[in-house]
């Protein structure tokens, strides 16, 4: 890098390199734009190096050996191994194929990758600060930036990360060895996720969560059938409790929990995982250079089409608001993308699917009975039971059920919740649904293949209108 | 018994007719041939005369309404035969009972056509059901899907919902008549000024706001609202934080569907009375109509009949029917424009309007004697091409409801005059609606002068079931190399469309050329 300062011009400046950001760059290159795509840390963001692909990775690992482990019903005596170190290394290697494979499709789409911490000058100019002091920077001049910077892991005071024995979700990615006992706080999709994959790993993992049920923001029945297998599986739950501080002991650390009458629960650990919640970044941005002024939550406002209220600069993914997920981050990107080359293009999608990749999975889209119900619609709800499933039966693992909400009058579908094993790809039948406005008998008359988990849908749909075959009609 | 008078074939194969007006009402006397109503069919308002002498008894239909042929219009007690004075008379009875299921069965129909706007409305809770194909579109063409009417299952907006829309809304802000009646409408034999629209600008909240000067409008940064009360608001064109209310609900202020409604009718009045104070004499709709709501003004739907619908199935069934294939060329007219204006005072001396039109028809004849493919049309039933002898020139004539043809006779036999004053008198019947089916019939080739308004090339479609049409540009003076210089010249556009399974494109061209050597140089006609 040249010493003192260069100034380059692009047409469409992207900051952020993961999901949002490196969709958006492929994007508004594939669209003529001259683009430039800035990283400070490592190209695919949390997504593709600390967040859903290595954490998937990890999950499914675990469960070869898990399963392997509970195959005697089956007719399957084993007891596998699990050596963590070969097994980061394997995520490892998968992180860097896609990563690398990034890097390869923003080249192709024309993107220039820059490596460095983009900061605003002003609304038309970013100062790039390369690693390190007296490196130097350059100045880059954009038309249009979009702002993709993500978010990072909440700390609760008291438990600073440090990477040994306070954990981030992105420390937990990369042990060399499971911890024999794991306490980990916050019972959301990223805890639970990591305490059943953990659990499974051999660890012995309580989970500490301030409300009063695991997977907040699901409904009862839908967490209920998570929280039982996990609790089968031997993970403890400790509800009501907000983690207060921690000490080293001899033999690992204490971790401290007060409930609301300051009553003070203590757990041995060797190590604790923190993980109560993302927040957006947009400190590495110096947006004080522009009139952006981010919400009390430190999100960036954006309308539909993923404007902020500054012209020239745009915002997606994480930083520009909930829900804090990967696949919105990048339906967001090219929408930006293609906003900034003159396209009508708008986030006018009716739902945003979600999935957590818990024992079993939950797979969830639209709208629930109750907000359907809240929106002015008269919902109707058809349901089918795993157990009921052939396929479910036949892979020994038939806790859960597909729920599908329809509008009562039109027959509209509006949302689902599934949990179930591949509820994670289960829910897109769903999603495309209740985008193509599709009506319970359009999936319930759909040939669903035999014998699949995705009959459970099509038995749904139909048993919402009171036709289902495997299961009773309501 | 009462005579009951069938509407009668008023125009060969015209199946139905609107009725327009009703020129007599229940008890009116009437005589032998006094016209009972006026029924627009196919292409022309006719007139129908009573059948009999006495007195009206019972109208069947309502003036709007579309009467198929061989309905029974109206019933009339004949004179000097016995009324019947007990309706409970056999007949009568059954006739009763026949109106009145038909009045539950109408009754029925329209309860049912409520309860479907109800569903739009209410069911959906807000929503749109739209893929997101037809959500794209709509961004594309700039349509506000919210404001679409959805035709698909369950109401649910497609594609094609969407393009209607967005034709509605062009229509509706570019001209007001002469709307796109297939690309020869534009044809008028003189250029019409387009008129401006004079209304149909989607309300605009802002505007609606501003107008209403009577109406205390709230400005409040953020309103809650159940989806279902934002749709209605977007309906009738209100911004729910401009909606007065006391109502609060998680401490922010709180509006409902009604209050919307309410103050959507308030702003009406209130704009409403603002238009009629700025428009004194000249009354506004808005301000008269029934129900004026701000919907109507954000779209306005018009039933496809009458003879909008007779030009749209004829474009249909030509553009589906025969494979068009169009010439262009341009031809240098100057000859042409001297001779006209030479012609031009003789003819008006005797009060003759001269056009080009009778040239370009001669030159037609002229050229269609040579290549007589073109003056034919196909007989698809007993698979033969008819070749015509004769030669009826249609004239393509924008009207104020819509496009028709009428068709000048024997264009062979009659000199420039004749065919200049009768063209100009079957004109101005299309325009005023007096033209007889007859005029409008029989034609064997057509003429459509879109340059009139304005344009190079177009394509004309067929006046089905002939079998070519010829397009005319407008006239200009152009740069045009005669004898290796460039000079200018008056050069007009011509475009000709032919049935390719008929004619065959080397055909087209030929009839082109000898059709340009005519116009270029109309002297040949005397040769005719
Ligand atoms: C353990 C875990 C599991 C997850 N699992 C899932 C899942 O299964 N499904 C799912 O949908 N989501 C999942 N997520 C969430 C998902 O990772 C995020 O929603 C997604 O990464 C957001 O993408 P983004 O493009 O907005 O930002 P990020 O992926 O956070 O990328 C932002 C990038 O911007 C860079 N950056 C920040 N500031 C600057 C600057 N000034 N200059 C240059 N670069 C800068 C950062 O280094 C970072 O690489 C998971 C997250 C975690 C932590």
Not at chain 1, 223 to 238: K, N, S, T
Not at chain 1, 256 to 262: C, F, H, L, S, V
Request: aromatic share 4%; net charge negative; with cysteine.
């Amino acid at each position: 890098m040249v010493v003192g300062d260069v100034t380059t011009g692009t047409d469409v400046l992207v900051i952020g390199a993961g999901p949002g950001g490196y969709v958006a760059a492929i994007r508004a290159g594939q669209l003529g734009k001259d683009v430039t795509l800035v990283e400070a840390d490592a190209f695919g963001g949390v997504c593709l190096n600390y967040g859903c692909i290595p954490s998937k990775a990890l999950i499914s690992a675990t469960d070869v050996a898990h399963h392997a482990r509970h195959a005697e019903r089956m007719g399957i005596h084993a007891d596998p191994a699990i050596d963590l170190t070969g097994m980061v290394n394997w995520k490892d290697s998968v992180v860097r194929r896609l990563t690398k494979g990034v890097e390869k499709l923003c080249e192709n789409a024309g993107v220039e990758l820059i490596e460095g911490r983009a900061e605003f000058v002003d609304e038309h100019k970013a100062r790039i600060v390369h690693g390190g002091d007296g490196q130097g920077s350059e100045t880059i001049e954009f038309e249009h930036a979009i702002v993709a910077t993500g978010s990072r892991p909440i700390e609760v005071p008291g438990f600073e990360f440090d990477g040994t024995h306070v954990l981030s979700s992105r420390d937990a990615l990369s042990l060399d060895t499971v911890p024999e006992k794991l306490v980990t706080i916050g019972a959301g999709y990223i805890g639970m996720e990591l305490s059943t994959t953990f659990q499974k790993m051999g660890a012995d993992v309580t989970v500490v969560e301030m409300l009063d049920d695991a997977l907040p923001g699901y409904e009862d029945d839908v967490a209920r059938v998570v929280r039982d297998r996990a609790e089968d599986l031997g993970i403890d739950f400790e509800f009501g409790l907000a983690a207060s501080d921690w000490e080293r002991t001899d033999d690992g650390m204490v971790v401290r929990a007060e409930d609301e009458d300051g009553e003070i629960s203590e757990f041995a650990a060797d190590k604790v995982l923190v993980a109560v919640g993302r927040q957006p970044v947009t400190d590495t941005l110096n947006l004080d250079a522009t009139d952006i002024e981010p919400t009390e939550n430190g999100f960036i406002e954006t309308d539909e089409q993923c404007r902020s209220g500054v012209e020239s600069i745009f915002a997606i993914g994480d930083v520009a608001g909930e829900p804090m997920l990967a696949h919105k981050a990048s339906a967001e990107g090219e929408i930006a993308a293609e906003v900034i080359a003159g396209e009508p293009a708008a986030m006018d999608q009716q739902a945003i699917p979600a999935a957590v990749f818990t024992d079993p999975e939950i797979g969830t889209v639209g709208m629930t009975s109750e907000e359907a119900e809240q929106a002015g619609f008269d919902p109707i709800v058809g349901q089918f039971p795993l157990r009921a499933s052939g396929r479910a039966l036949s892979m020994n693992d038939t806790d859960g059920f597909v729920r599908v909400v329809a509008d009562g009058d039109s027959e509209f579908v509006l949302g689902a919740q599934i949990v179930a094993p591949e509820a994670s790809e289960l829910i897109a039948e769903m999603g495309l649904a209740i985008e193509m406005g599709a009506q319970l008998e359009d999936v319930a008359a759909t040939i669903h293949t035999h014998p699949t988990l995705s009959e459970a849908t099509m038995e749904a749909c139909a048993n919402a209108l009171g036709k289902a075959i495997h299961t009773m009609n309501r | 018994m009462a005579f009951e008078f069938k509407l009668p074939d008023v125009g060969e194969g015209v199946a139905e007719g609107e009725l327009v007006t009703w020129h007599v009402a229940p008890g009116d006397a009437i005589e032998e041939d006094q016209v009972l109503a006026e029924v627009e069919t196919d292409k022309a308002l006719v007139d129908v005369p009573s059948p009999k002498t006495g007195t009206i008894r019972e109208l069947r239909f309502e003036e709007g309404d579309v009467v198929p042929v061989g309905d029974v219009l109206v019933t009339i007690d004949v004179e000097g035969e016995e009324p019947d004075a007990e309706p409970e008379t056999t007949d009568a009875s059954q006739a009763d009972a026949a109106d009145v299921e038909a009045a539950t069965k109408a009754a029925e129909s329209e309860a049912d056509a409520t309860e479907a706007e109800g569903d739009e409305t209410s069911a959906t809770g807000g929503r749109v059901f739209a893929a997101p194909s037809a959500r794209r579109l709509a961004r594309e063409l700039g349509v506000d899907i919210e404001t679409v009417s959805g035709s698909g299952p369950g109401g649910r907006v497609t594609e094609m919902d969407v393009r209607a829309s967005a034709e509605e809304a062009e229509s509706e802000t570019t001209t007001s008549d002469s709307d796109s009646a297939g690309e020869t409408a534009e044809a008028a034999s003189d250029a019409e000024s387009t008129e401006t629209p004079e209304e149909s600008q989607p309300a605009g909240n802002g505007q609606t706001a501003t107008r209403a000067t009577q109406v205390q409008a709230a400005d409040r940064e953020q309103t809650l609202a159940t989806p279902a009360t934002r749709r209605v608001a977007n309906e009738v064109g209100v911004d729910v934080n401009e909606v007065p209310t006391d109502v609060t609900r998680d401490g922010e202020p709180f509006v409902d569907e009604a209050a919307v409604r309410e103050y959507a009718e308030a702003q009406q009045a209130a704009q409403a009375a603002d238009t009629e104070a700025l428009a004194g004499e000249q009354e506004p709709a808005a301000a008269t109509g029934a129900e004026p709501t701000a919907e109507a003004e954000r779209e306005r739907r018009e039933p496809y009949k009458g003879v909008r619908k007779t030009i749209g199935d004829q474009m249909e069934r030509s553009k589906y029917t025969a494979p068009h294939v169009t010439h262009h060329d341009k031809v240098d007219v100057t000859g042409l424009v001297e001779a006209r204006e030479k012609l031009k005072p003789r003819a008006e001396e005797r009060g003759i309007k001269l056009t080009y039109m009778p040239f370009v028809m001669k030159a037609v004849v002229a050229a269609l004697k040579e290549y007589p493919d073109l003056n034919t049309s196909l007989d698809e039933e007993n698979d033969e091409i008819v070749y015509k002898n004769y030669y009826n020139v249609g004239v393509a004539t924008a009207t104020e409801a819509g496009l028709m043809v009428p068709v000048v006779d024997d264009v062979d036999r009659k000199g420039l005059l004749q065919l200049s004053s009768e063209l100009n008198e079957l004109v101005e019947k299309a325009r005023d609606r007096s033209i007889s089916l007859d005029e409008l019939r029989g034609g064997t080739f057509s003429i459509t002068n879109f340059g009139a308004i304005g344009g190079e090339y177009a394509t004309p479609i067929i006046n089905y079931p002939e079998t070519a049409i010829l397009g005319l540009g407008a006239i200009e003076e152009r740069p045009w190399v005669k004898d290796g210089e460039v000079v200018p010249r008056k050069v007009m556009t011509v475009s000709l469309s032919i049935d390719h399974r008929v004619i065959d494109g080397a055909e087209a061209a030929a009839f082109t050329n000898t059709l340009m050597e005519y116009l270029e140089d109309p002297t040949l006609l005397l040769l005719e």
